[in-house]
C-alpha cells in the first residue's frame, strides 16, 4: 500500500497570469465603483459594470477554488495561448498554495458582491482594492499573498497536509 501523491506540480507563471487579469479586472471594478455613483435598488447595483466587472472575477476564483487551479478561465487560456510560446522548462510549485489563494479571492470577492447587493456602501470598491492589492503583488512583484497565508496556516498546524509541501 502507497501513502498518499504529492500534489501534480502546476507552472508557476500561470498563476502570475491569471493574476494579472485578475488584477485588470478588480481595478476597472474599483475606478468604476468609485466613479460610478452608488444605485438605489439591488438590480441597479448587479446592473452596473463594477459589480459585474468584479462577479467576472468572482466567477474565475470560484471555479479555480472549487474545480481546481486549471479549471479557471485564466489558467485555461494560458495553457492554450501562452504556455506554448514561452520557454521551456517552465518553473513548477505546489498546487495547494495558489488554490488557498483562489479561494481567498472568492471568499474576498463574495463578501463584496453580497454586501455590495444588500446595500452595504463602499463594500465592492473594499473588496476590490483588496483584489487588486493581491493580484498586483502576485502578477508583478511575485508575492503570492493568500500563498503565504496558506504555509502561515500550514506551519501553525490550522491546514493540515499529508504530503510535504514542495519547495
Do not use: H
Not at 473594499?126 to 502578477?139: H, M, P, R, T
Amino acid at each position: 500500500m502507497t501513502g498518499p501523491q504529492q500534489p501534480k506540480p502546476i507552472d508557476a507563471r500561470g498563476p502570475r497570469f491569471g493574476a494579472g487579469i485578475t488584477f485588470v479586472l478588480s481595478v476597472a471594478a474599483l475606478v468604476t465603483g468609485l466613479i460610478g455613483g452608488f444605485e438605489r435598488t439591488a438590480a441597479e447595483r448587479a446592473a452596473s459594470p463594477a459589480f459585474i466587472l468584479l462577479a467576472i472575477a468572482w466567477l474565475a476564483f470560484a471555479l479555480g477554488t472549487f474545480f481546481g487551479n486549471g479549471a479557471s478561465p485564466w489558467s485555461i487560456i494560458f495553457r492554450a495561448l501562452v504556455q506554448p510560446r514561452l520557454s521551456k522548462p517552465a518553473p513548477t510549485e505546489d498546487a495547494r498554495p495558489p488554490r488557498f489563494a483562489l479561494g481567498v479571492g472568492f471568499a474576498l470577492s463574495t463578501a463584496g458582491l453580497v454586501l455590495d447587493l444588500v446595500g452595504v456602501p463602499w463594500a465592492l470598491e473594499v473588496a476590490a482594492a483588496f483584489i487588486v492589492i493581491a493580484s498586483f503583488l502576485n502578477a508583478f512583484a511575485n508575492f503570492c499573498l493568500g500563498c503565504q497565508m496558506y504555509l502561515l496556516l500550514v506551519r501553525a498546524g490550522i491546514i493540515r497536509v499529508r504530503t510535504p509541501i514542495a519547495s
